[in-house]
């Protein structure tokens, strides 16, 4: 496994000057931290790890220098040398050192001289799987990302205190019965639960869960099972699928990728509107539309313009949003745009398709997806014989450019632009194959099926 695909941690999180990121839950919280701050110094960021509870002496001694809750001024010159320093109180005479207040993490914030702070923001007795207790966790309302973390090895297990911490909790939340096996629906359930791990989740923060100890493809399966069933709550932002002791530690980050289908155009070559045209026994918007859905996209957005009330009707009785672009004849950046408009804001990608590609299948799709969720790629694009096709999927890092793109190039500009940090998916031909002219539309309805 070592040399698997993978991706940092930092990428994952998505991680920024400015960030707080605090950690919760078990199953790995003090290993995640100090990978995270050790990939964010090797970047060049200048780092600040602590706790507002405690951590013990031998975890302490991961980080390459340290600084005690009077020594303040020595920190500029502690980072300058080191990149990463921890901000430890005194020791707690069991092992432990304590940590700041919580109301201090925000006040540190506005150091010129740390880039990105780490917060260790509660304990779980070194059980994989926890539910926070009534005086915890402690978490800086200054946090921007919270990160509840779990360990898969925590499936199966008895849901008792040998293999969970606060079992009684996890059982309260779930409904389940003490000493059953915990599942991934116990996972699900806990992790963004405001009881559970989004407990104290600051507005504005995004709540990122992490599923850790995924050493095996048994493990990454069922991290996946927990990651959809995650999805379906409105208050996560994305799920990281990690197995903490590998290089790199993230083996897939899931977050909501949704369809655009551009629909809005002419249709000059064709000489009819095409999107309305038959095709087996649907139509050629309906058919983008249901490949879409069946490839799990979410939302799915129709973006319509010439003849709009025909190709809105054309996909009637499907669960699809409509999107107006009034400027469909200045060029196909207006429909991007418009599709953009109606994305909600947690989408982590949008998949682009046009209406005219009916070979396009959901398998197409997902291989777009899937590419993204193991790369984090600021675009996935399908590739057939060298040649790159649509439709496209583009990381919403890209959306603010997206938007500022003009007339007909679509989003061409950025691929070019991004080069080698595009991935190229294997396709076959379909992705090369639109339907531009009456006679492209012939030749196809004359292909065997």
């Known amino acids: 496994m070592n040399?698997?695909?993978?991706?940092?941690?930092?990428?994952?999180?998505?991680?920024?000057?400015?960030?707080?990121?605090?950690?919760?839950?078990?199953?790995?919280?003090?290993?995640?931290?100090?990978?995270?701050?050790?990939?964010?110094?090797?970047?060049?960021?200048?780092?600040?790890?602590?706790?507002?509870?405690?951590?013990?002496?031998?975890?302490?001694?991961?980080?390459p220098a340290s600084i005690g809750l009077d020594e303040l001024d020595s920190m500029q010159a502690k980072l300058d040398q080191f990149g990463h320093c921890l901000l430890i109180g005194p020791p707690d005479g069991k092992g432990r050192v304590l940590g700041p207040p919580a109301s201090w993490i925000g006040s540190l914030r506005e150091r010129a001289d740390i880039d990105v702070i780490l917060v260790e923001a509660d304990g779980s007795r070194s059980r994989p799987f926890k539910a926070p207790g009534g005086h915890e966790p402690v978490v800086p309302e200054s946090t921007t990302i919270l990160v509840p973390i779990a360990g898969l090895n925590a499936l199966e297990t008895p849901l008792d205190e040998d293999h969970a911490h606060r079992s009684e909790i996890i059982a309260s939340i779930?409904?389940?019965?003490?000493?059953?096996?915990?599942?991934?629906?116990?996972?699900?359930?806990?992790?963004?639960?405001?009881?559970?791990?989004?407990?104290?989740?600051?507005?504005?923060?995004?709540?990122?869960?992490?599923?850790?100890?995924?050493?095996?493809?048994?493990?990454?399966?069922?991290?996946?099972?927990?990651?959809?069933?995650?999805?379906?709550?409105?208050?996560?932002?994305?799920?990281?699928?990690?197995?903490?002791?590998?290089?790199?530690?993230?083996?897939?980050?899931?977050?909501?990728?949704?369809?655009?289908?551009?629909?809005?155009?002419?249709?000059?070559?064709?000489?009819?509107?095409?999107?309305?045209c038959p095709w087996k026994d649907t139509n050629f918007a309906a058919r983008a539309a249901q490949v879409a859905l069946d490839a799990g996209l979410d939302p799915v957005v129709l973006v319509v313009g010439w003849d709009a009330e025909n190709v809105k009707q054309a996909v009637d009785g499907l669960p699809?949003?409509?999107?107006?672009?009034?400027?469909?004849?200045?060029?196909?950046?207006?429909?991007?745009?418009?599709?953009?408009?109606?994305?909600?804001?947690?989408?982590?990608?949008?998949?682009?398709?046009?209406?005219?590609?009916?070979?396009?299948?959901?398998?197409?799709?997902?291989?777009?997806?899937?590419?993204?969720?193991?790369?984090?790629?600021?675009?996935?694009?399908?590739?057939?014989?060298?040649?790159?096709?649509?439709?496209?999927?583009?990381?919403?890092?890209?959306?603010?450019?997206?938007?500022?793109?003009?007339?007909?190039?679509?989003?061409r500009v950025l691929l070019e632009k991004y080069g080698n940090a595009i991935v190229s998916v294997p396709a076959d031909r379909a992705v090369l194959v639109d339907i531009d002219t009456p006679e492209d539309y012939t030749s196809l309805e004359d292909r065997p099926s």
């Open 174 to 276: 779930t409904g389940q019965s003490p000493g059953s096996p915990i599942t991934t629906s116990t996972l699900a359930a806990v992790l963004p639960h405001p009881q559970g791990g989004a407990k104290q989740l600051p507005a504005g923060a995004r709540l990122i869960p992490l599923l850790n100890k995924a050493d095996s493809e048994t493990d990454l399966s069922n991290g996946r099972d927990v990651a959809g069933r995650m999805l379906a709550n409105t208050s996560v932002d994305s799920v990281i699928i990690s197995a903490m002791i590998q290089d790199p530690p993230v083996r897939e980050i899931h977050g909501k990728t949704a369809g655009i289908i551009l629909a809005a155009g002419m249709s000059t070559r064709f000489g009819r509107t095409k999107q309305t």
């Open 320 to 411: 699809v949003q409509v999107v107006l672009n009034p400027e469909y004849a200045s060029g196909q950046s207006a429909s991007v745009r418009s599709g953009l408009a109606a994305m909600p804001s947690r989408t982590a990608a949008a998949l682009f398709l046009l209406a005219d590609q009916p070979l396009i299948t959901p398998e197409i799709l997902r291989d777009l997806v899937q590419a993204h969720r193991q790369t984090a790629a600021p675009a996935c694009v399908p590739v057939f014989e060298g040649r790159r096709g649509n439709p496209v999927l583009f990381d919403r890092s890209l959306f603010g450019e997206l938007r500022e793109l003009t007339g007909d190039a679509g989003g």
């Open 3 to 63: 040399d698997r695909i993978g991706l940092p941690l930092s990428k994952a999180l998505r991680v920024c000057r400015g960030d707080i990121v605090s950690f919760v839950g078990g199953g790995g919280k003090t290993s995640s931290m100090f990978r995270l701050a050790s990939e964010l110094c090797s970047a060049g960021k200048r780092v600040l790890t602590t706790t507002t509870t405690h951590i013990s002496v031998d975890q302490s001694r991961m980080a």
